[in-house]
């Protein structure tokens, strides 16, 4: 399971923006990552979304990663920011564009 937790870390190190969701920012595969997939395109944020439906060892590998239950998960800088519902929510509430913009990354319209 190390080499999946290795390859984890470093998609989330190496990439300013990355999303582990269920299929691809093309062709999301579950509503609800299309829903973060919809809010980071919206913003203009460049991002790299992760297929977990690739790898069932990836797919419980990020959950255990994040000790977070569910898929999608995004990462910011390394860090982990939610899931759907939260950054809906971050979203609604102008907070993921600040905190986005906070952290260095380009985004669409911000100040």
């Known amino acids: 399971m190390t080499a999946i937790n290795d390859f984890i870390d470093n998609e989330v190190k190496t990439n300013d923006v990355v999303v582990f969701m269920k299929g691809t920012p093309q062709f999301p595969q579950c509503g609800f990552s299309g829903q973060v997939v919809q809010i980071l395109d919206y913003l203009g944020v460049p991002y790299k979304g992760v297929n977990v439906l690739a790898d069932d060892d990836l797919r419980q590998g990020i959950k255990d990663y994040s000790n ?7 990462y910011v800088k390394g860090e982990f920011v939610g899931g759907c519902d939260i950054i809906r929510e971050m979203f609604q509430a102008n907070e993921l564009q600040q905190h986005l913009s906070e952290k260095g990354v380009p985004v669409k319209g911000a100040a």
């Open 68 to 74: 977070w239950p569910t898929i999608p998960q995004l």
